[in-house]
Antibody, heavy 117, light 111 residues
């Protein structure tokens, strides 16, 4: 059974950093592309970042230069390092598995990141 | 990376059909057959309902169907049921630069 379990969310001050983790089971993260998608409170979904099976990465303009996506194949875990956090980064962050038809078939339960002083 | 355009709300009575539109551009919806739809109940993670414009994952009722014409994709829910009340989001691949773009979401109410 495919499962994605995020952790690492919490309250952080503006300008601070946070590292999100997503433990995967039922498949291997390095044979699929993996993404982070976020949802601000009461708002819609926003794609944040992707890491392909080959290791290349890409980011939404809103987080480029501040966020870094990575994975640990030995732990079958996806990460999102978030630096220089701003209030508008406040959101639930979902870890998602992507498929070759450019869609997301499995979503984690999400982890809440709140950026506030 | 502009969002796709969806109506903020839609509604229908049990047993009726409702169609939700998702309008993009020739760079995303119109360029690729990679439109997907997600259902989200309050406080829950989104769930894949349609992928590659009109394909249904295993377990999704055939009451849900998708289509596309030009730059506009559509999700139709037939035979509305109470449990279909949720927010629905469309998503499209937008090429190697912009990658993915979501719609703003449509809140479907079953009257």
């Amino acid at each position: 059974e495919v499962q994605l379990v995020e952790s690492g969310g919490g309250l952080v001050q503006p300008g601070g950093s946070l590292r999100l983790s997503c433990a995967a089971s039922g498949f291997t993260v390095n044979t699929n592309y993996m993404s982070w998608v976020r949802q601000a409170p009461g708002k819609g979904l926003e794609w944040v970042s992707i890491i392909y099976s080959g290791g290349s990465t890409s980011y939404a303009d809103s987080v480029k230069g501040r966020f870094t996506i990575s994975r640990d194949n030995s732990k079958n875990t996806l990460f999102l390092q978030m630096n220089s956090l701003r209030a508008d980064d406040t959101a639930v962050y979902y870890c998602v598995r992507g498929r070759s038809g450019y869609y997301y078939d499995y979503w984690g339960q999400g982890t809440l990141v709140t950026v506030s002083s | 990376q502009s969002a796709l355009t969806q109506p903020p709300s839609a509604s229908g009575s049990p047993g009726q059909s409702v169609t939700i539109s998702c309008t993009g551009t020739s760079s995303d919806v119109g360029a690729y057959n990679y439109v997907s739809w997600y259902q989200q109940h309050p406080g829950k993670a989104p769930k894949l309902m349609i992928y590659e414009v009109s394909k249904r994952p295993s377990g999704v009722p055939d009451r849900f169907s998708g289509s596309k014409s030009g730059n506009t994709a559509s999700l139709t829910v037939s035979g509305l049921q109470a449990e279909d009340e949720a927010a629905y989001y469309c998503n499209s691949y937008a090429g190697s630069n912009n990658l993915w773009v979501f719609g703003g979401g449509t809140k479907l109410t079953v009257l």
